[in-house]
């Protein structure tokens, strides 16, 4: 599983041109279309940055397989890692399917919904320049911290279709207190499928090693 950290690092993939879950039980962010929270990251995207703490560590970026005809069968290119990778083969095979591996950022939120109190979730999003992710970048580079203050964030639309409004409010007068928050481990969030049982999983058999998710991305 090839996992990426680190603004410059993040920011050399998303100006390259296209084309070029492992048993931890896990809360995923999940809004109803229209619904509002407020949240706060837990990591930041850099060393760099004035808020940046070593034991809530950085957010990844994690490159992915997805089965085309069904957007929840996702898994970690297993290229790197194995030699072999199913959802490569069939980019290969099939170019256009729709199978090519594509990055997907993941970090930990602390989650206001206004239904129950505040809990840890992961939010996901794909890297590109029109993904939610890009604002969070874009005010990374243009401020330095993204942990330092509450987002509100808003979801539109379901299924593949949907989308996220994201926007910062002010930043924190005071440090932000840590104490108690539990942050999922992020390079164990995703499904890591080992190769000999990935075309089974991508087509919805089941497989002995993988746990399941319900995310609604």
């Known amino acids: 599983m090839s996992v990426i950290k680190g603004l410059k690092n993040i920011g050399d993939i998303m100006d390259k041109p296209k084309y070029e879950n492992t048993g931890q039980k ?113 005010y990374a580079l243009e401020t330095g911290s993204i942990s330092n203050l509450e987002w509100k964030i808003k979801r539109n639309g379901q299924g593949t279709e949907t989308s996220y409004t994201l926007l910062p409010t002010k930043p924190d007068t005071e440090p932000f207190k840590w104490n108690d928050i539990e942050p999922f481990n992020l390079e164990k969030v995703v499904r890591e499928v080992p190769y000999a049982e990935q075309e089974n999983f991508f087509f919805g058999f089941d497989t002995p090693s993988v746990t399941s998710s319900n995310i609604d991305w």
């Open 26 to 138: 896990v809360r995923w962010v999940k809004l109803a279309d229209g619904q509002s929270a407020k949240v706060r990251f837990i990591e930041e995207l850099d060393t760099d940055s004035a808020t940046y703490s070593e034991d809530r560590g950085l957010s990844v970026v994690i490159s992915e397989h997805t089965n085309p005809k069904d957007y929840k069968r996702k898994a970690a290119c297993t290229i790197e890692t194995e030699g072999r990778c199913y959802g490569c083969e069939m980019a290969r095979k099939e170019p256009k399917s729709g199978w090519r591996a594509r990055l997907r950022w993941y970090g930990n939120v602390l989650v206001e919904d206004g239904l129950e109190p505040a809990y840890v979730a992961v939010w996901s999003q794909g890297i590109s320049k029109q993904s939610a992710f890009n604002t969070i970048r874009e």
